[in-house]
């Protein structure tokens, strides 16, 4: 897949230079039409800059390697770069809200509206575009800042759509009342984007088991089951795109210190090759010969 072979840090910057872009041509529909739901549109780009200036200094962070400071790596990094853009996204929703109801007391007339949502589609396209190579690239990668991106772009998609769609029904009508309405109703979905954001951040943030690969590395086991009595205490955290495990595994206490070192690396060898993101620390424990299932 050739997203794999583009570098995360180049996609990041893509998304930065998108973003001006974007922002330009939201502010050129505000500009064209006066609308108060297209102002709000583009205060939602300029976090989207922000957001996305920080995802690109936390991807470049995150594949630095291990170091004496820092020796299970820097993914986490990506965890604190989606934290802070779901509370910049909070941010941006005070304050649509904010300029919404200023304009809901003092209504204006709405001018040149069609160009100004055609102005306003195209920068969708281009937003939707972004989200996607972000999306496509983060599942390549299973990079937190991308994806966080990515789930932020999509977003400001479908409310650009939603208020797009609206001032067309007001420039229709007449209802310019339609206009601060809409405004509001993005502010109500960018907030709860940017709170499902900050949770999904914070979890990482405080080591949440990795219940999936907790289920592969099971399976994994099972399948050499006749060769250790049990395993237990399997415990995982997220790191970013890693996943860091330990277990205890009961052998028999007849097996060398050398024959039971070999299972553990063929165990350890045959989990990284099926799951490549995760790490896994092995804990033997003997167990007396009569407790060895036949």
């Known amino acids: 897949m050739w997203l794999r072979a583009m570098d995360k840090g180049w996609l990041a910057a893509i998304a930065v230079v998108g973003g001006f872009g974007i922002l330009g041509l939201k502010l050129l529909a505000f500009f064209i039409s006066g609308s108060v739901a297209l102002l709000?549109?583009?205060?939602?780009?300029?976090?989207?800059?922000?957001?996305?200036?920080?995802?690109?200094?936390?991807?470049?962070?995150?594949?630095?390697?291990?170091?004496t400071s820092h020796q299970y790596g820097h993914q986490k990094v990506e965890n604190i770069s989606a934290f802070v853009e779901g509370a910049l996204i909070l941010v941006a929703g005070s304050l649509i809200a904010y300029t919404a109801f200023s304009r809901l007391f003092s209504s204006v007339e709405l001018v040149d509206l069609n160009l100004a949502v055609g102005v306003s589609f195209f920068a969708t396209a281009c937003n939707f575009g972004l989200s996607w190579l972000l999306s496509r690239s983060a599942k390549e990668t299973g990079s937190v800042a991308l994806e966080g991106d990515a789930k932020h772009l999509l977003s400001d998609v479908a409310s650009t759509i939603g208020v797009n769609a609206g001032l067309l029904v007001a420039g229709f009508t007449g209802w310019n009342i339609l206009d601060p309405l809409l405004a509001l109703a993005v502010a109500v979905l960018v907030g709860r984007m940017g709170v499902q954001l900050v949770t999904e951040a914070g979890n990482g943030l405080m080591d949440q088991a990795a219940t999936e690969e907790e289920d592969r590395i099971r399976r994994v086991?099972?399948?050499?089951?006749?060769?250790?009595?049990?395993?237990?205490?399997?415990?995982?955290?997220?790191?970013g795109n890693q996943v860091f495990a330990e277990l205890h595994l009961s052998v028999d206490e007849a097996l060398t210190v050398g024959e039971a070192h070999e299972l553990t690396d063929h165990l350890e060898e045959?989990?990284?090759?099926?799951?490549?993101?995760?790490?896994?620390?092995?804990?033997?424990?003997?167990?007396?010969?009569?407790?060895?299932?036949e």
């Open 40 to 67: 709000s549109d583009a205060l939602e780009s300029i976090v989207n800059i922000a957001a996305s200036i920080m995802m690109l200094v936390s991807v470049r962070i995150s594949v630095m390697p291990a170091d």
């Open 221 to 239: 086991l099972e399948e050499h089951r006749s060769r250790f009595v049990d395993y237990h205490e399997l415990k995982t955290r997220r790191s």
């Open 270 to 293: 045959e989990l990284q090759a099926k799951l490549p993101e995760v790490t896994l620390t092995i804990h033997v424990e003997p167990t007396e010969a009569d407790e060895v299932p």
